[in-house]
């Protein structure tokens, strides 16, 4: 006869249900390196804001000289000039080059901005503007840039109506200078 102890059926043991310590530490290296780049994506979604909102703030100054620039009843001097100022509770460092243009009546200004404590080579922000006064009538006509008159739309160069005998307009002519030929405004369709 068999013993007793034979007989019976053996125990199979199975292992504790869970996970293993290696295999907890393997989740966890995972979930803190995706950690780490959310991290890091949320830090330079925030530095962006930080950067684009001091760029916005840069070029409303800038816009602001420029806009100042212009309401002067006298054009700027064509010089360097710069100023500090304060918006948005912080220093600003404006800089301003006014130039002569080619046309007499008109000023450029180039104007760049950075915060007051940023290094000179830093611009955040750069806008260039014009001053002059009107070179021609509103509503158009031709422009004498050599100072001869100016005809308006729909008038010969005595002022008058200049209809020929068919009943179609000319369209005005600038008196030339000296062997330049003259310039012509095309036919608009208001004109009719």
């Known amino acids: 006869?068999?013993?007793?102890?034979?007989?019976?059926?053996?125990?199979?043991?199975?292992?504790?249900?869970?996970f293993t310590l290696i295999e907890v530490l393997a989740a966890l290296v995972i979930v803190a390196l995706g950690m780490?780049?959310?991290?890091?994506?949320?830090?330079q979604q925030a530095r962006n804001g930080a950067y684009l909102r001091e760029k916005t703030i840069a070029h409303w100054i800038a816009m602001n000289v420029v806009t100042e620039q212009r309401?002067?009843?006298?054009?700027?001097?064509?010089?360097?000039?710069?100023?500090?100022?304060?918006?948005?509770g912080q220093r600003w460092r404006w800089s301003m080059r006014d130039t002569q243009t080619e046309v007499q009546s008109l000023r450029r200004m180039d104007?760049?901005?950075?915060?007051?404590d940023a290094r000179d080579d830093?611009?955040?922000a750069s806008v260039t503007g014009f001053y002059g006064s009107a070179v021609g009538p509103?509503?158009?006509?031709?422009?004498?840039?050599?100072g001869a008159g100016n005809a308006a739309p729909g008038q010969g160069e005595d002022g008058g109506d200049s209809e020929e005998e068919d009943g179609n307009k000319n369209p005005p002519?600038?008196?030339?200078?000296?062997?330049?030929?003259?310039?012509?405004?095309?036919?608009?369709?208001?004109d009719e």
């Open 1 to 18: 006869m068999l013993p007793r102890a034979e007989a019976m059926p053996r125990r199979v043991e199975r292992p504790a249900p869970g």
């Open 36 to 43: 780490l780049g959310v991290i890091e994506a949320v830090s």
């Open 71 to 88: 309401l002067q009843p006298a054009p700027p001097p064509v010089a360097d000039s710069s100023d500090d100022v304060e918006f948005a």
């Open 111 to 116: 104007v760049s901005v950075r915060p007051a």
């Open 122 to 124: 830093v611009v955040l």
């Open 138 to 146: 509103a509503g158009g006509g031709t422009i004498a840039w050599n």
């Open 173 to 190: 002519v600038t008196p030339p200078a000296e062997g330049v030929p003259p310039i012509v405004n095309p036919k608009n369709d208001d």
